[in-house]
C-alpha cells in the first residue's frame, strides 16, 4: 500500500465497492463522514445456477460475474445517483474467495478506477462483514466482541479498534455455514441449507435429538487452548448417525424438522458460549455479528438472551447486508481511504489469507484485568 498524502479522518468520501468473491455479484455505493456511513446503493445479483449443483461451481461463478459486474456496477451508480467522477475510491474484494470469481471483479474494478482517475482499494472480505452492520446500526462501532459466521468462516475477534482486530477463536474444521449446508445435504435438502433449516427448526421438538455441544465443557477455563475454539465436525457426524437411523426406520421426513432442531440448538449453544467468553473477558458490552449464518433470528436472539441481562447490546445486519453483499466492502474501503491506504495497481486475488490488522493472542495472556463488566453466569 502506498500513495497520495493521508485524508483527514473527517474528509467525506463517496466509495465504490465492488464484490465478486463467491456466489453474489455486488455494487454498492458508501459515503463515510467520520464515524457515520450512509448506504446510498446496493445492488446484489445472486447466481441461482448453482443449486442445481447443491453448491457453487468456480467456473460457473466467474462466468455469471464477468456477464454481470458491468450492469449491476452502472445500475448501483445509477441508483446512487453519482457518475464514476465523483467517486473517491473504488473498493474492491480481492481476497479470500475463488480466485478466478475475484478476478473478475478486480479487473473490472481497477479499470474504472483507472479510467476515473481514481485509487482502488483491495478490501478483505471478512473485514467486509465486521463492517456490514454499521450500515444499519450507527452503534455497532468498536470496541466490541465481533463473531463472523459465514459459509467458509467462524472468527471470533475482539475488536477494540476499526483495523485492530484480536483472533480469540476460530472453528477447528468447518465453518458454521458450512456445517449448515452439509447437514442439509445429509438430510436431502437443497443448498443453500442455512435458511431451509432454520426455518424446519421451528416446528421441531427440542428434545428429541440431543447432541453433544463441541468444545464446550463446564470446567473449561481462559488458559485452554479450547475456550473460545469451536468445532462442528464432530455434531455432523453425530447427525449423520442419526439420520441413517431414521432412514432405516422409514421415519426421516417426520424426524427431519427435530434433527434440524437438535442440530440448530447445538451449533447456536457453542456459538452462544464462546461469545459470551469473549465479550465477558475484554468487558465488551457491544457485541457484533456478521456473516450468513448471522441471518439466523434463533442464533441472534441467544446471544441476545444470553448477554443482553448481562449489560451487553447485540447488533446485527439484516439478511440483505449478513449474506455477501458489496455495502460492506464499499464500508471498509472507505475507513481504509480515510486512513490513506491506497493499493497499487498490481494488487492481487488471493484464495485465502489473513484479514489485515489481525492479532492473534494465546487464551494465557488474555486480560480478564480488561474489567470483567459482564459477571460469570
Ligand atoms: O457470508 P455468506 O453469504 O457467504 C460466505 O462468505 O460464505 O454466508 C453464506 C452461508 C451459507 O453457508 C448459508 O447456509 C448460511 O450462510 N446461511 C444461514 C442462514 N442464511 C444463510 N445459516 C443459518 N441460518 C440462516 N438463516
Ligand atoms: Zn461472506
Redesign the pocket.
Given at each position: 500500500m502506498s500513495g497520495p498524502p493521508i485524508a483527514p479522518d473527517d474528509a467525506p468520501s463517496l466509495v465504490l465497492g465492488i464484490e465478486t468473491?463467491?456466489d453474489?455479484t455486488s455494487a454498492a455505493v458508501v459515503e463515510r463522514r467520520g464515524d457515520a456511513f450512509t448506504l446510498r446503493s446496493l445492488v446484489i445479483l445472486s447466481q441461482d445456477v448453482h443449486r442445481l449443483f447443491g453448491g457453487v461451481v468456480p467456473e460457473i461463478a466467474s462466468r455469471a460475474h464477468l456477464t454481470r459486474v458491468v450492469p449491476v456496477t452502472r445500475r448501483a451508480l445509477d441508483d446512487a445517483g453519482v457518475a464514476a467522477g465523483e467517486l473517491d475510491a473504488v473498493a474492491v474484494t480481492h481476497a479470500p474467495g475463488l480466485v478466478g470469481a475475484l478476478l473478475v471483479g478486480m479487473s473490472y474494478g481497477k479499470a474504472l478506477a483507472f479510467a476515473a482517475g481514481r485509487p482502488v482499494i483491495g478490501v478483505h472480505?471478512m473485514e467486509g462483514?465486521l463492517f456490514a452492520t454499521v450500515l444499519e446500526h450507527p452503534d455497532a462501532v468498536p470496541p466490541f466482541t465481533g463473531l463472523l459466521v459465514?459459509?467458509?468462516?467462524t472468527l471470533l475477534l475482539d475488536v477494540d479498534a476499526w483495523g485492530s482486530y484480536r483472533l480469540l477463536g476460530a472453528t477447528r474444521d468447518d465453518?458454521?455455514?458450512?456445517a449448515?449446508?452439509k447437514v442439509a445435504k445429509l438430510m436431502g435438502l437443497p443448498y443453500?441449507?442455512?435458511?431451509v433449516?432454520?426455518q424446519l427448526a421451528r416446528e421441531g421438538d427440542p428434545t428429541r435429538h440431543r447432541f453433544a455441544r463441541p468444545m464446550v465443557r463446564a470446567n473449561q477455563t481462559l488458559g485452554d487452548d479450547d475456550y473460545f475454539d469451536v468445532s462442528f465436525s464432530g455434531l455432523k457426524t453425530g447427525l449423520l448417525h442419526a439420520v441413517r437411523r431414521a432412514e432405516a426406520a422409514g421415519t426421516l421426513d417426520e424426524e427431519r424438522p427435530h434433527l434440524a432442531r437438535g442440530f440448530q440448538d447445538a451449533l447456536i449453544d457453542t456459538l452462544v458460549e464462546k461469545t459470551y467468553r469473549a465479550a465477558r473477558a475484554f468487558g465488551r458490552t457491544r457485541v457484533v455479528l456478521g456473516?450468513?449464518?448471522a441471518?439466523?433470528?434463533a442464533?441472534v436472539e441467544a446471544v441476545r438472551a444470553r448477554v443482553a441481562p448481562r449489560g451487553a447490546t447485540v447488533y446485527a445486519p439484516t439478511?440483505r447486508l449478513?449474506?455477501?453483499n458489496a455495502a460492506m466492502i464499499a464500508a471498509a474501503g472507505a475507513w481504509r481511504f480515510a486512513h490513506g491506504e491506497r493499493s497499487g495497481w498490481d494488487l492481487n486475488a488471493y484464495a485465502a489469507r489473513e484479514i489485515p490488522g489481525l492479532t492473534r493472542t494465546t487464551t494465557r495472556d488474555t486480560p480478564d484485568s480488561h474489567g470483567n463488566t459482564l459477571p460469570p453466569n
Amino acid at each position: 500500500m502506498s500513495g497520495p498524502p493521508i485524508a483527514p479522518d473527517d474528509a467525506p468520501s463517496l466509495v465504490l465497492g465492488i464484490e465478486t468473491s463467491c456466489d453474489e455479484t455486488s455494487a454498492a455505493v458508501v459515503e463515510r463522514r467520520g464515524d457515520a456511513f450512509t448506504l446510498r446503493s446496493l445492488v446484489i445479483l445472486s447466481q441461482d445456477v448453482h443449486r442445481l449443483f447443491g453448491g457453487v461451481v468456480p467456473e460457473i461463478a466467474s462466468r455469471a460475474h464477468l456477464t454481470r459486474v458491468v450492469p449491476v456496477t452502472r445500475r448501483a451508480l445509477d441508483d446512487a445517483g453519482v457518475a464514476a467522477g465523483e467517486l473517491d475510491a473504488v473498493a474492491v474484494t480481492h481476497a479470500p474467495g475463488l480466485v478466478g470469481a475475484l478476478l473478475v471483479g478486480m479487473s473490472y474494478g481497477k479499470a474504472l478506477a483507472f479510467a476515473a482517475g481514481r485509487p482502488v482499494i483491495g478490501v478483505h472480505h471478512m473485514e467486509g462483514h465486521l463492517f456490514a452492520t454499521v450500515l444499519e446500526h450507527p452503534d455497532a462501532v468498536p470496541p466490541f466482541t465481533g463473531l463472523l459466521v459465514s459459509g467458509g468462516h467462524t472468527l471470533l475477534l475482539d475488536v477494540d479498534a476499526w483495523g485492530s482486530y484480536r483472533l480469540l477463536g476460530a472453528t477447528r474444521d468447518d465453518a458454521a455455514g458450512e456445517a449448515f449446508d452439509k447437514v442439509a445435504k445429509l438430510m436431502g435438502l437443497p443448498y443453500p441449507g442455512g435458511r431451509v433449516i432454520e426455518q424446519l427448526a421451528r416446528e421441531g421438538d427440542p428434545t428429541r435429538h440431543r447432541f453433544a455441544r463441541p468444545m464446550v465443557r463446564a470446567n473449561q477455563t481462559l488458559g485452554d487452548d479450547d475456550y473460545f475454539d469451536v468445532s462442528f465436525s464432530g455434531l455432523k457426524t453425530g447427525l449423520l448417525h442419526a439420520v441413517r437411523r431414521a432412514e432405516a426406520a422409514g421415519t426421516l421426513d417426520e424426524e427431519r424438522p427435530h434433527l434440524a432442531r437438535g442440530f440448530q440448538d447445538a451449533l447456536i449453544d457453542t456459538l452462544v458460549e464462546k461469545t459470551y467468553r469473549a465479550a465477558r473477558a475484554f468487558g465488551r458490552t457491544r457485541v457484533v455479528l456478521g456473516g450468513g449464518v448471522a441471518c439466523n433470528r434463533a442464533l441472534v436472539e441467544a446471544v441476545r438472551a444470553r448477554v443482553a441481562p448481562r449489560g451487553a447490546t447485540v447488533y446485527a445486519p439484516t439478511p440483505r447486508l449478513a449474506t455477501d453483499n458489496a455495502a460492506m466492502i464499499a464500508a471498509a474501503g472507505a475507513w481504509r481511504f480515510a486512513h490513506g491506504e491506497r493499493s497499487g495497481w498490481d494488487l492481487n486475488a488471493y484464495a485465502a489469507r489473513e484479514i489485515p490488522g489481525l492479532t492473534r493472542t494465546t487464551t494465557r495472556d488474555t486480560p480478564d484485568s480488561h474489567g470483567n463488566t459482564l459477571p460469570p453466569n
